[in-house]
């Protein structure tokens, strides 16, 4: 009983988190998928080889640590409602939209 309770009250609370997902922030939505040419790092807007991203360029939307150590960089969506943010390798991290 006490294992069914557990599984039931995981299962519930995950459910709550997945219910309060808007289809705008889902990952499955084609304007936060990464094979989106718009959020693709071989797109030379989001590339680390652009000097826009470069962390010698201090222009650019370098994103820090707490202890001041460059981690990557936001690139601003083309249709300037959300940011995507990469590692130095090119690598999507996180998006936002806005």
Do not use: C, H
Request: net charge positive; hydrophobic share 35%.
């Amino acid at each position: 009983m006490k294992k069914l309770l557990i599984f039931t009250m995981l299962f519930f609370s995950n459910l709550q988190m997945f219910a309060y997902t808007t289809w705008e922030n889902n990952p499955n939505n084609w304007n936060n998928s990464t094979t989106n040419w718009d959020n693709s790092s071989t797109n030379w807007k989001n590339s680390p080889a652009n000097w826009a991203n470069n962390p010698m360029n201090p222009n650019a939307n370098i994103i820090y640590d707490n202890n001041g150590k460059a981690q990557g960089y936001a690139v601003f969506k083309e249709n300037g409602k959300g940011v995507n943010i990469y590692d130095f390798n090119g690598n999507r991290q996180e998006y936002y939209n806005f």
